[in-house]
């Protein structure tokens, strides 16, 4: 029998693995056998939290270096980077020619992540065909795809630094952009946006480009415009969204599920939901100003705070702070993202705004406090606040800090005017019936899906 094999390569970060597992997982409930790549230090991460919801029989999790020493800083998205690109094509070309040893068992596609531009190469190299997956917005994508018009308008420069202090909109149905905020200019030091640029970007281009099909984990109703820009986009989102009753995979952390039994027990819609991802790091004056945001709240909150936030170490709570919030906070390592999010004791979520929170955010109708940290968090907070105004922005004081005065008073006017709920709740019904049997995500999805087995232009 024909065995239909798709390599899944992810960018090493937990919030690109999370998307491309469930996309894994639909591949391999369509019976297509799915070779699902992390790096070395990221597959140990994965397979530690798996529970008896592993992926399918049909999921194989492998693994090949990252060329990083165990003891380094994964964090460091420029050493990251660098040494990736220079280690990891060699080893995925010795794995695709050992597996395709195997007659029945050879690679039929390989989907990637548009951060790992560098696997369009090898794919061309050798012949496969290839996909490369969006794990964020598309018009995070569209503005990856635009970077020639960037550079040829004099936005931007070779090295991707701002030119103009001006706000660039890609086409008149995509929201306006600030180059200060690009994506590639939001990640750390010059250094490092300078890498992320010319590998990440660049070449995230190019795959983009040569790609056979792009799939993003969106929907055309959140992102008019930017599949309108590219119809080569094609949305197969929200994916999340379609795994309600199984336990997700990609996981770095153990999900602490006591904090489910404690939101049963708050009145319905009325706790404030606060997380920020695998990579948001605060100093510990920006730490106190949340802690004490939340206290004058007087809402009861669900607050995660993941291990080793802060290096090694983690944050101190201010003195006495545990003894007065009492029952009415709730703080936990890693949380059951999607199970919290769609228990009706949640009022609203205060996020960084990554995609995979954005988009689960959307799919359970809750308004959100923005809070973007790096990246493309800013480019997702636009379209939550100016765009589909289901949420607001925290803003930040003269010293940087987002104050405990600006979270209270934020919260204050989220939950008040009942404006982003019912905008929210509009845009849930919106991106959900994308996925509905016949609608365009579900048929983009079907139809790629039939590409695989079929092997021919659909």
């Not at 009415?328 to 949380?335: D, E, F, L, P, Y």
């Amino acid at each position: 029998m024909k065995i239909f094999h798709v390599l899944a390569i992810p960018y090493p970060a937990q919030g690109h693995v999370i998307p491309l597992m469930e996309l894994a997982r639909r591949l391999t409930s369509n019976g297509i056998k799915v070779t699902f790549i992390n790096t070395e230090f990221d597959h140990k991460r994965v397979v530690s939290t798996w529970s008896e919801n592993d992926p399918s029989d049909l999921m194989q999790m492998v693994s090949i270096p990252d060329g990083m020493e165990p003891w380094e800083d994964r964090n460091d998205i420029k050493r990251l980077t660098e040494s990736t690109y220079q280690v990891m094509p060699a080893k995925l070309e010795e794995m695709i020619q050992s597996i395709n040893k195997n007659e029945d068992e050879k690679v039929t596609c390989i989907i990637t992540d548009y951060c790992m531009g560098w696997v369009s190469r090898v794919a061309q190299k050798m012949g496969i065909r290839l996909a490369t997956f969006c794990s964020g917005a598309a018009a995070f994508l569209a503005l990856i795809m635009s970077v020639q018009k960037l550079l040829d308008d004099e936005v931007i420069d070779s090295n991707g630094v701002p030119l103009k202090d001006e706000m660039v909109q890609l086409s008149t149905t995509m929201p306006l952009m600030d180059p200060a905020k690009f994506t590639w200019v939001c990640v750390g030091d010059t250094g490092t946006n300078e890498v992320v640029f010319r590998k990440i970007i660049l070449d995230g281009k190019e795959a983009a480009e040569a790609a056979d099909r792009i799939i993003c984990n969106s929907t055309v109703e959140l992102e008019h415009g930017a599949f309108t820009l590219f119809p080569k986009m094609l949305p197969v989102g929200p994916l999340l969204a379609t795994n309600r009753l199984t336990k997700q995979a990609g996981h770095y952390w153990n999900e602490d599920s006591s904090c489910l039994t404690w939101l049963d027990h708050q009145p319905v819609c009325s706790v404030i939901y606060v997380a920020f991802g695998s990579f948001t790091i605060f100093n510990q004056a920006q730490f106190d100003e949340l802690a004490f945001g939340l206290e004058l709240t007087n809402k009861p909150f669900l607050w995660v705070i993941r291990p080793g936030v802060n290096g090694n170490t983690d944050y101190v709570y201010p003195s006495g702070y545990m003894e007065k919030i009492g029952t009415r906070g709730k703080i936990v390592s890693w949380a059951p993202q999607q199970e919290v999010l769609t228990h009706p004791s949640v009022a609203c979520f205060i996020s960084h705004c990554g995609w995979n929170s954005t988009m689960e955010g959307v799919s359970n109708g809750v308004p959100f406090l923005c809070w973007p940290y790096f990246a493309d968090q800013f480019l997702n907070t636009t379209y939550v606040c100016d765009i589909w105004k289901t949420g607001l922005p925290l803003n930040k004081d003269d010293v940087g800090i987002v104050t405990r005065e600006e979270i209270k008073s934020k919260l204050e006017k989220l939950l008040s005017n009942n404006i982003a709920k019912q905008s929210a709740l509009n845009m849930q019904v919106k991106a959900m019936g994308s996925l509905q049997a016949g609608n365009s995500s579900n048929k983009n999805l079907s139809n790629f899906i039939d590409w695989i087995k079929e092997g021919n232009d659909i």
